[in-house]
C-alpha cells in the first residue's frame, strides 16, 4: 500500500541555521512527490514539487528536496531558516491512476530566536 | 483570483445535529476533496469527486455525505454530528493529473459538543 512517513513530529532549530525535513514514501511505481506548509490557521501552501528529471528541484521561499530513489527518500532542506517558516510541514504522494494524494503525518518546525 | 474558498469557517455543532459545509472553486478544476485533519495524523481523505455528479469514498468516510451537483461545487454533510468528528476539515481541488498539485482552502474548524 502506497504510504508517506515523516518520521520527525517536531523539530526545533536557530534562525539561521540549517533545516532538513524527512520524508520517505512507499510507492511501486515513478512517484509525484509534493511538500506543502501550513502556517497556523491557514490551509496548505505548495513549497514544491517532483515528478521527473532533476532530482533535486527548487520551491518557494528559498526551499528545496532531493528525491532519491534508492532511499525512497524526499527530503526538504533550507540553507538558512526564518523565523517565518515556524509551519507545520507536510509531505505527500500523488497516486498515479487513482488521482488521490497521500500524507504524511506533518512534522512542526520551531524557529528559536 | 479566490481559488478554493470553504465557508463557514468555524462552527460548534451539538451531538446529534446536522450541518454541511460548502467548497468552491473557481479553477475549473476536475477533481474536488474533502479531508480532515487531527493531531498527530496528517490529512485523511473522507470523500472525493473525479467530477460533476460523482462521488467516491476515501479512507475514513463513515458519517459523512457529500455532494457534486455543480463542476465548482462540493458539499460535505454531517447528518448525525458526533464529538469524534471535532476536527478540521479541508477542502481541496487538483486538475486530475497526479503529477500536479491539490489546491487547498483555508479550513472549517468544527467543534462538536
Known amino acids: 500500500a502506497q504510504s508517506v512517513t515523516q518520521p520527525d513530529i517536531h523539530i526545533t532549530v536557530s534562525e539561521g541555521a540549517s533545516l532538513e525535513l524527512r520524508c520517505n514514501y512507499s510507492?511501486?511505481?515513478?512517484?509525484?512527490l509534493f511538500w506543502y506548509v501550513q502556517s497556523p490557521g491557514q490551509g496548505l501552501q505548495l513549497l514544491l514539487k517532483?515528478?521527473?528529471?532533476?532530482?533535486l528541484v527548487q520551491g518557494i521561499k528559498g526551499f528545496e528536496a532531493e528525491f532519491k530513489r534508492s532511499q525512497s527518500s524526499f527530503n526538504l532542506r533550507k540553507p538558512s531558516v526564518h523565523w517565518s517558516d515556524a509551519a507545520e510541514y507536510f509531505c505527500?504522494?500523488?497516486?498515479?491512476?487513482?488521482?488521490?494524494?497521500?500524507f504524511g503525518t506533518g512534522t512542526r518546525l520551531k524557529v528559536l530566536a | 483570483n479566490a481559488g478554493v474558498t470553504q465557508t463557514p469557517k468555524f462552527r460548534v455543532l451539538k451531538t446529534g445535529q446536522s450541518m454541511t459545509l460548502l467548497c468552491a472553486q473557481d479553477?475549473?478544476?476536475?477533481?474536488m476533496y474533502w479531508y480532515r485533519q487531527d493531531p498527530g495524523m496528517g490529512l485523511r481523505l473522507i470523500h472525493y469527486?473525479?467530477?460533476?455528479?460523482?462521488?467516491a469514498k476515501g479512507e475514513v468516510p463513515d458519517g459523512y455525505n457529500v455532494s457534486r451537483l455543480k463542476k465548482q461545487n462540493f458539499l460535505l454533510g454531517l447528518e448525525s454530528a458526533a464529538p469524534s468528528q471535532t476536527s478540521v476539515y479541508f477542502c481541496?481541488?487538483?486538475?486530475?493529473?497526479?503529477?500536479?498539485?491539490?489546491?487547498f482552502g483555508q479550513g472549517t474548524r468544527l467543534t462538536v459538543v
Open positions: 481541496a481541488s487538483s486538475i486530475g493529473v497526479a503529477r500536479t498539485e491539490a489546491f
Open positions: 510507492y511501486g511505481a515513478t512517484p509525484y
Open positions: 517532483y515528478f521527473s528529471g532533476d532530482t
Open positions: 505527500a504522494v500523488g497516486a498515479s491512476g487513482t488521482y488521490k494524494y497521500i
Open positions: 479553477m475549473n478544476h476536475e477533481y
Open positions: 469527486s473525479v467530477g460533476e455528479g460523482t462521488t
